[in-house]
């Protein structure tokens, strides 16, 4: 499949064998940020045959940071009660101004699976009047195994040493320290070097992708080279893996920083800079 693909194609594929299609919003877990009830909204109405990804429990539990990528042993067990195979073609959506398909996209590559975008999510299925259901299929349980990974990610002391470009994707203010940090034990700022560039202008006013062209000059116009090596990062690793997406859609390969400003802010020992990039 592609990787974005459009409401037609879908509405056309519902129930297709081996088609599973993943309700992936998110709750958020930045503070200040209005909280999102995916099971309620997704009971209230989802894609019909579509099944709730709980995209909350898809992370590592032991581990301070917010939102890391879960165990393996974890996703797997997830990825099987939802009757997910090797043979599956996976379409994700969401409901969530953050686009967290994307992350759920970015999480699934590293486990090897290979997903598309429903383009416009379900915002724009609703905009079209198409149908929505309130039943929660019970698909059988699969066997998973986690394949090759397919999406990059960069640790602490991968990003200390990186000579990528480093692409953050949170609001101008958090990124120039002009606004406070919502989270109280992270310092104003940026990591030094990187470049600006808030995640919601890889979109059109409709809520559908920018075509590549349009990628493309959206990061020459914060002061990228798109063909050169990128890494991504934000807040808490969410938002940056819109970043890798849009990478993905003009073929280049960009890994999330997943530790992100949660780290890299919080961290005693990192050198932060403030201001315009």
Same mark, same amino acid.
């Given at each position: 499949?592609?990787?974005?693909?459009?409401? /037609?194609?879908? +509405?056309d594929?519902?129930?297709a /064998?081996?088609?599973?299609?993943?309700?992936?919003?998110?709750?958020?877990?930045?503070?200040?940020?209005?909280?999102?009830?995916?099971?309620?909204?997704?009971?209230?109405?989802?894609?019909?045959g579509?099944?709730?990804?709980?995209?909350?429990?898809?992370?590592?539990?032991?581990?301070?940071?917010?939102?890391?990528?879960?165990?393996?042993?974890?996703?797997?067990?997830?990825?099987? +009660?939802?009757?997910?195979?090797?043979?599956?073609?996976?379409v994700?959506? /969401?409901?969530?101004p953050?686009?967290?398909?994307?992350?759920?996209?970015?999480?699934?590559?590293?486990?090897?699976?290979?997903?598309?975008?429903?383009?416009?999510?379900?915002?724009?299925?609703?905009?079209?009047?198409?149908?929505?259901?309130?039943?929660?299929?019970?698909?059988?349980?699969?066997?998973?195994?986690?394949?090759?990974?397919?999406?990059?990610?960069?640790?602490?002391?991968?990003?200390?040493?990186?000579?990528?470009?480093?692409?953050?994707?949170?609001?101008?203010?958090?990124?120039?320290?002009?606004?406070?940090?919502?989270?109280?034990?992270?310092?104003?700022?940026?990591?030094?070097?990187?470049?600006?560039?808030? =995640?919601?202008?890889?979109f059109?006013?409709?809520?559908?992708?920018?075509?590549?062209?349009a990628?493309?000059?959206?990061?020459? /116009? +914060?002061?990228?080279?798109?063909?050169?090596?990128?890494?991504?990062?934000?807040?808490?690793g969410?938002?940056?893996?819109?970043?890798?997406?849009?990478?993905?859609?003009?073929?280049?390969?960009?890994?999330? =920083?997943?530790?992100?400003?949660?780290?890299?802010?919080?961290?005693?020992?990192?050198?932060?800079?403030l201001?315009p +990039?």
């Amino acid at each position: 499949m592609d990787a974005l693909v459009t409401t /037609d194609w879908l +509405a056309d594929q519902l129930g297709a /064998d081996g088609l599973v299609v993943l309700d992936a919003t998110y709750t958020s877990t930045l503070p200040g940020s209005a909280r999102q009830d995916p099971r309620a909204e997704y009971a209230g109405g989802h894609i019909p045959g579509a099944l709730l990804l709980d995209l909350d429990t898809l992370v590592d539990a032991g581990d301070p940071l917010p939102s890391m990528l879960p165990p393996r042993d974890l996703f797997e067990a997830r990825m099987a +009660a939802l009757g997910i195979d090797a043979a599956s073609r996976v379409v994700l959506y /969401d409901n969530s101004p953050h686009h967290t398909s994307c992350r759920a996209w970015w999480v699934l590559g590293r486990f090897g699976i290979a997903a598309s975008l429903l383009d416009g999510g379900i915002a724009k299925w609703k905009a079209e009047g198409r149908p929505l259901a309130q039943d929660a299929p019970s698909p059988a349980r699969s066997t998973f195994e986690a394949g090759m990974p397919r999406t990059q990610v960069r640790s602490l002391a991968e990003m200390r040493a990186t000579d990528e470009q480093i692409v953050d994707a949170r609001s101008a203010a958090r990124f120039t320290g002009e606004e406070p940090d919502p989270r109280k034990e992270c310092s104003p700022g940026h990591i030094p070097g990187s470049k600006n560039i808030p =995640y919601g202008r890889f979109f059109e006013a409709d809520g559908r992708w920018k075509q590549p062209d349009a990628i493309r000059a959206v990061f020459a /116009d +914060a002061g990228l080279d798109p063909s050169k090596p990128l890494v991504a990062t934000c807040g808490s690793g969410i938002t940056a893996s819109v970043i890798a997406f849009a990478g993905h859609l003009i073929g280049r390969d960009v890994p999330v =920083y997943d530790g992100s400003w949660s780290e890299w802010g919080a961290h005693p020992d990192t050198e932060k800079a403030l201001g315009p +990039a």
